[in-house]
């Protein structure tokens, strides 16, 4: 039973489209994280959420919407997609926001973005 | 934060012991030192964890030393599957910077 899962793995799109990429964990945690892996490997956050509430946004686009209906979900939407978008988006979570559990994260599978 | 120094890559021999290395000479006295990995096309990996004790799971052993700055990493008998970037990252539990920051890691070959 896969503990964080995203949909899709793979995704390619053409330029100025919109997709929507989900993410799910059955771990129970109170926080969830958006990461993007670029072409040369960096892995940086973007998001993070605790108990559905945004806690972090690393001056990424407004193009870029995260959406936590609850806290076991964390969904990726991104509008008018751009060239630079193309790369391998991760979700992940952590027990809680600070404390012991904070930093020990758990990864999904990625999603491998490609921008046409 | 305190920054984090690790080789860009290493090798080992299938089967011996993979020590890691990390310096991080900044370090405070509330800051853990983390491990993580990521296998080539899969997401980061956590593999432990350790304030100033050595620390030993099923997948690593951790020692950090006794002034804290600098940490070893050793996989005790390396496996082809163990080839991967590994990730040292220092941070105190609490604190309002809510975020783990991935550094360029230490990509480790295991060769048969």
């Known amino acids: 039973d896969t503990a964080v899962s995203q949909t899709p793995k793979y995704l390619v799109t053409q330029m100025g489209n919109d997709k929507s990429i989900k993410c799910e964990q059955n771990?129970?945690?109170?926080?969830m994280y958006w990461y993007k892996q670029d072409s040369k490997k960096f892995l940086k956050i973007m998001f993070s959420y605790n108990n559905k509430e945004l806690i972090i946004n690393e001056t990424v686009p407004n193009r870029f919407s995260p959406k936590s209906p609850d806290k076991a979900h964390l969904n990726l939407h991104i509008n008018s997609l751009e060239l630079g978008d193309s790369a391998v988006y991760f979700c992940?979570?952590?027990?809680?926001?600070?404390?012991?559990?904070?930093?020990?994260?758990?990864f999904g599978a990625g999603s491998r973005l490609t921008v046409l | 934060d305190a920054k984090t120094t690790q080789p860009t890559s290493m090798d080992c021999a299938e089967g011996r012991a993979a020590n890691l290395p990390c310096n991080h000479s900044?370090?405070?006295?509330?800051?853990?030192v983390y491990w993580y990995r990521q296998i080539h096309s899969q997401g980061p990996q956590y593999i432990i964890h350790?304030?100033?004790n050595n620390e030993t799971n099923e997948m690593a052993s951790l020692i950090i030393t006794e002034d804290r700055k600098s940490s070893t990493l050793i996989l005790p008998h390396a496996t082809l599957r163990d080839t991967a970037v590994y990730y040292c990252?220092?941070?105190?539990?609490?604190?309002?910077?809510?975020?783990?920051?991935f550094g360029k890691g230490t990509l480790l070959t295991v060769n048969p």
């Open positions: 990252i220092v941070r105190a539990s609490g604190g309002s910077n809510y975020k783990l920051t």
């Open positions: 350790g304030l100033k």
């Open positions: 992940a979570s952590s027990q809680r926001l600070q404390g012991a559990g904070a930093n020990v994260l758990t």
């Open positions: 771990l129970g945690h109170d926080t």
């Open positions: 900044t370090i405070s006295g509330n800051e853990y």
